[in-house]
């Protein structure tokens, strides 16, 4: 695949089998069909397609609930990561949320390199979700970026620090 320009767009119904797919290859616990059907469903969601040359190489996920934005998934067909693709999705997600829009997200601890992405954004870790991650147990970190982690704190963020128990 030849280095072109990444088209940003917004995620539609039909991309759906290419998402799967690239979602298969990416992570252990893959999302459902329906679960995708269900964040493209919601109105106020930012679902957005990563494509190269007319090809699907990745995907986001983000979903606003109340006055919190939650990026609920983001995946680079890995074959294709660390070339720029999931920075420019959130790029474009931050874009679309504005400066004052306060955004949170899941990772895993030992995701050394998505972690280090986020912080480039400015998101911070504030606390854990002790066994979320279903194939192995593993803790999730929970990340945010407010305007008070943009200034290297976490003074606005809901709950900072606290470990909430896991859903069974």
């Excluded at 679960?35 to 679902?47: A, D, N, R, T, W």
């Excluded at 190269?52 to 919190?68: A, E, H, K, L, T």
Aim: neutral net charge; aromatic residues 8%; proline residues 7%.
């Amino acid at each position: 695949m030849t280095d072109t320009k990444i088209e940003i767009r917004r995620l539609v119904f039909a991309d759906l089998p290419s998402v799967i797919a690239i979602e298969r290859r990416a992570f252990p616990t893959p999302w459902s069909l329906a679960m995708f059907v269900l964040e493209l469903s919601k109105p106020e969601g930012i679902c957005l397609a990563a494509r190269r040359n007319d090809q699907m190489v990745g995907y986001i996920i983000c979903s606003r609930f109340d006055q919190v934005w939650h990026i609920m998934n983001v995946s680079v067909d890995p074959e294709l990561q660390r070339r720029g693709i999931a920075t420019s999705m959130i790029d474009e997600v931050l874009g679309r949320v504005g400066p004052e829009g306060q955004i949170t997200l899941e990772v895993r601890p030992t995701n050394s390199g998505a972690i280090a992405l986020y912080e480039k954004f400015g998101f911070l870790a504030a606390g854990r979700r002790p066994r979320y991650y279903q194939d192995n147990g593993e803790d999730a970190l929970i990340m945010w970026r407010t305007e008070a982690t943009l200034r290297g704190t976490l003074d606005d963020v809901p709950a900072a620090g606290v470990r909430p128990v896991a859903a069974p």
